[in-house]
């Protein structure tokens, strides 16, 4: 099997290095994207088509980060892409928003169960940010609770007092919580009786490093029913598995109402809109928020968006998305056994997170990821990962072979454990 | 803002217990050393760290306490104490007064001769020898400080709250290395490279070593460009890497 180099992809870096903070910053770069080891991964790409990107070097990748979530039914779908050009020749960002706008406010509202209204912007931590006014707009309330291993943006609110740029003041009403644990928020409940605006978390723990973790039975049925008593705004940021756990959000998908779920990555298959939708009893709090961007009421996403939720619609896509996990995950797992590994999966099979635990260090793990990556599988070695409808059998298949070498080099370069 | 108390503990155990390693590495330390008695120099700080520094055979050893010893200063507070380390504040020994030649002669010189080598001047560093030195005594000076902060400071403490229990190895490359242990939150950390780490921080060279501590260098940058190795729990660096930022405020 042909490992990859990534020559040009280093001359790119070199040169972005110059002109680009750490060349490239934040999720996509090689710091925070746990490149390891960096040699072995590309740093700048090319294009993309369906389930692929290509790299600066013509290296060939089947993508299970899909952006990291907005590439959802394949990269240039067409039919959604046709709906953001044909957009794009009669108007985008124009002094008067276009009834676009509209359209997909009632497409939402139509698809999402919990939403009575649309708020758009364009990244998730426009809404996550518009949710936590909402609910202190409504409430007068300033605190607001978090799930431990959180990550909802990246607005000083969202992050922690040891973050670089962060002062205490950002994060002094943040309250935390573990995950999954009831009597620990009946405690902090009681603890702050008066003073809690929100409650907000990701529909199950996807955080990174960590084996992802569904809702315990009842949990969030739970949550909600604390929410509701204390009169505290529920939050769900969907901004993640929006639309691929379901396509009513992810709150319906576990069979609780949020008061204001958020959305990005997924809307619109790559262009970039996000939204917030809510009840109607706070739609008049969202309302008075002094919250606006340039490009938040461009028309070419909206279309996108309207044509891309349509399409996954239709086609019941999170189905198709689970059953094309299944059968990933099934085939990697095998092929991990086979090879003496203990592969570890966990989370919604759609974003499934792996970890090899055969150590307890992710040596091996980050080991495997990177002969992968090399080989022209794009997994990650922190985070879950995503799918998308254009990934085929024999994308799959070729997966499997392309995991299989991954194991066999592994083990081949760790005698002393096999 | 600076938490006196947590300077204490840097200055006591990063600052100070890097003698041992001075004492080591530097031979400009061997003429204070040689032919001399054992002796014992305890400090105990009111509301803060105490330990106790014997000087023997040549070597030097930090012990946590207040041990049996021949010389001791109690000091009233920690700001008092980092007085004493910066200069500004005459230490006063309750005990041992026979030995205040050793305190204002060789301890003193050994202090000065600490700082040539933690606060150097281009010109001592353009001598190949002394820079090595320099800069394996600063990660051992940064090692530690890290785990004082993570143990002190309020803000390091949070870090420290969401790093998991094991051994992050904090190394130059075929170079100096220490271990930062961690259990239970609380971090210590050995001038030595751990055994079985789960994760690994690691510079190529001495002089990027050296570029980062002085920041000279950006290192996400290096992370990009592969001169900074990391591999393993990432989480536990990623939040190391929160407190370090923070050695920097604390060793200006």
Known sequence: MEVYKHDKSREWFDRACKVIPSGVYGHLGPAEGNFIPVSKWPL??????GTYFWDVDGNRYIDYMCAYGPNVLGYNDPDVDAAAIAQAKIGNCVTSPSYKMVELAELMVD????????????????????????ARAHTHKKKIIFVNGFYHGVAPWTQKIDYPGVIPEDVSNNLYVDWNDIPALETLLAEN??????????????????????????????????????????????????FRLATEGSDAFYGFEADLICFCKAIANGWNVSCLCGKEFIKGAVSSLSYTGSYWMSAVPFAAGIANI?????????????????????????????????????????????RIANDDSLFLHQEWIAECVQRGVFFAGHHNHFLNYAVSDEDISFTHEVADEAFKVVRKNHPELF | MLDQKTLAYINMFAI????????????????????????????????????????????????????????????????????????TVTPLPVKGFRYIKFLTKDF????????????????????????????????????VAIAQIGDYDEIGRFSADHVPDGDVCFSIKDGPAATIHCKNHILSTEKRRPQNPRAIMEFESIELARALFDGKVNALA???????????????????????DRVALYLA
């Open chain 1, 44 to 49: 700048l790409g090319d294009r993309a088509e």
């Open chain 1, 111 to 134: 698809t999402v169960k919990s939403a009575d209204w649309a708020f758009f912007a364009k990244n998730g931590n426009d809404v996550t940010t518009a949710a936590i006014m909402t």
């Open chain 1, 193 to 242: 009786e008066g003073e809690i605006a929100a409650f907000i978390s990701t529909p199950y723990m996807h955080g990174n490093y960590l084996d992802n973790q569904l809702p315990a039975p009842g949990y969030w049925q739970k949550v909600r029913e604390l929410c509701t008593k204390h009169g505290i705004v529920l939050i769900v940021d969907d901004v993640r598995t929006g």
């Open chain 1, 310 to 354: 349509n399409k996954m619609r239709q086609l019941g896509l999170p189905a198709i998305l689970k059953e094309k996990a299944v059968k990933l995950l099934d085939g990697l797992t095998k092929t991990a056994t086979e090879n003496g590994f203990r592969l570890l999966i966990s989370g919604e099979p759609a974003l499934f997170y792996l």
């Open chain 2, 16 to 87: 100070l217990g890097t003698l041992e390693n001075l004492c080591e590495l530097v031979p400009e330390a061997g003429p204070l050393l040689t032919n001399k008695k054992p002796i014992a120099l305890a400090f105990d700080v009111k509301g803060g760290p105490s330990a106790t520094i014997t000087f023997e055979n040549g070597k030097c050893r930090l012990e946590p306490g207040v041990q049996a010893c021949n010389i001791k200063i109690p000091v009233g507070s920690c700001e008092k104490f980092n007085g004493v380390v910066d200069g």
């Open chain 2, 108 to 143: 003193d010189a050994l202090t000065k001769l600490m700082e040539k080598y933690l606060r150097p001047s281009e010109e001592d560093l353009a001598d190949l020898a002394f820079f090595e030195r320099s800069t394996t005594l600063m990660l051992y000076v940064i090692s």
């Open chain 2, 222 to 244: 290096c992370i990009g460009n592969g001169s900074i190795t990391m591999r393993g729990m990432i989480n536990m660096i990623d939040n190391l890497n929160r407190i370090l």
